[in-house]
C-alpha cells in the first residue's frame, strides 16, 4: 500500500520574495469561468444559512458573485436569481410593459406580481404611447379606467447607444426618473432608471454582465429533476449553474454537465466537488467550464471523519489546478478558509477563486434570524449534509435521496457563529489580506501570484510562532480571532 503525504493552508507558509508592487497596485481580479470575469476572487457558499438573493447582491457589489443554495422550491430559487438580476439593471432590456387598453386594475395586478412601480405603455406593434408611475395612479379609484387615460403621454426616450452621462443629463433636463430605450421606431427595448444609476455609482467595483446587470450562480444538482431546475435557473438569468455535489468524480455529475452545455453555451456550467487529478480531467471533459475543489475541509464538515474519505485542501487544490491547467479552466478552492492568509494560500496554490461559507454565515445579509445567547448575537450555520439541511432537500448532494429520514447518514453539524454585521466589513478584510500576501510574493496579478508562489512546510511550533503568543489579547481585530484557529 503507498501511502502518500497531503498538507493543507495550517502546513505551510507562503515565502516572502522581492518585490515592486504595493498592496494598494495589485490586480486581484480574476476568471470566475472562461468567459465570466469577477473583480475580486470570492463566492459565497450555496448554503441554506449563507446564500439567498441579499447576499449574492452584495457579494456582487462588492466584485465577486454569490450562488443560491438549492434547498428552496424551483420557483423560489428561480425568483431568488431574478431578485438578483433586476435589482441593479443598468437598462432592464425587454422591460415589463402594458396596454393602453388594459384597465388600473390589471395595473394594479401586474405592479404586484413585478415590484415595478413605473410601466412603459405600448401598443401592439411594441410602439411606445406613454408611461405609467405610482404618481399617476396615486388617487385612482375605479378598477375599470383604462390605462389610456392615466398615463403620462410625454415619454422622454433614449437609444440604446446614448452614453451614461449623457443620460443622466437627460434625466435631470426634464426632471424624470425613467428613460425609457427605444428604436428608431419608437418601438421599446429597455428601461433606464435613476435608482439603478445611482447604485451603479455607489458600487463602481461591481460584477456585471454584459448588460449592466449584477452577475449570481445558482446550484442544482443532478438527474431530471436537476436538469428541470437547470432550466428554470437559466431562464431566469443566473449567469453559472453550479452542479453542486459531494462527489464530483461521479458519472451522474458529468452526465449532468454534458446535458446542461447543451441548454445554452451563453450560461457557464460550474462542477463538483472534487479532490483529484483525475475527477478534474473528467469533469472538464465532460465540458464543466470551472471545478470546485473540496472534499471535507468546511468546519461545519464530517465528511472525513463520518466516511473517512477527503484530501487535504492545500494538496487537493494544487493537484486539481495542475490538471485543469493545459485546459485553461479555472479551479474554485470550496472550504476551510479560517483567515485570509488561508484566501491567499488557497490563490497561490493554484485556484482563481475561493468559495466561503463560514466566513460569511452570521453576516447581516445571510439568511435567518439573529437570537441572543448567553448575552451575544448569533446566527445559525449549518451543514448542507446536516441532518437538517438534507430533510429540507440537500439529501440527493450526498447520494441519499430516497433514504428515510431517520435512516440519513449525515456528512455535517448544524451550529451557530456570531452576528458578524454588514458582509461589505469581511470582504474588504479578506480581499486587503490577499493584497497584502501579493505585495510580500511580488504578484502584481493573480496569474503571477500563481507562478510566483512558494511555500515553505512548517511544524507545529512553526504554526505556534505564527499565530499570537506570550500576550493576552484585549481587544480582538476585526481580520484575526483565536476562536477560528
Known sequence: MKIRQAITFDDVLLQPGASEVLPAD?????????????????LSAAMDTVTEARLAIAMAQAGGIGVIHRNLSIEQQAGEVAMVKKYESGVVMNPVTISPDATLGDLQELKKRTGFSGIPVVEKNGKVV???????????????????????????TAQMDMAPGDARRLLHKHRIERLVIVDHDGRCLGLLTVKDMDKAAVHPNAAKDGAGRLRVAAASTVGDAGFERTLALIEAGADAVVIDTAHGHSISVAEAVTRAKKISNAVQIIAGNVATAEATKALIDAGADAVKVGIGPGSICTTRIVAGVGVPQLTAIEQCATAALASGIPIIADGGIKFSGDFAKALAAGASTAMMGSMFAGTEEAPGEVFLYQGRSYKAYRGMGSLGAMARGSADRYFQKDAAAEKLVPEGIEGQVPFKGPVGAIIHQMVGGLRAAMGYVGAKDIAELHQKAEFVQITGAGLNESHVHDVMMTREAPNYSLSRG
Open 26 to 42: 495589485v490586480d486581484v481580479s480574476t476568471l470566475l469561468t472562461k468567459t465570466i470575469p469577477l473583480n475580486i476572487p470570492l
Open 130 to 156: 406613454g408611461i405609467v408611475t405610482n404618481r399617476d395612479t396615486r388617487f385612482a379609484d375605479d378598477p375599470n379606467e383604462k390605462v389610456a387615460s392615466l398615463m403620462t403621454r410625454e415619454v422622454v
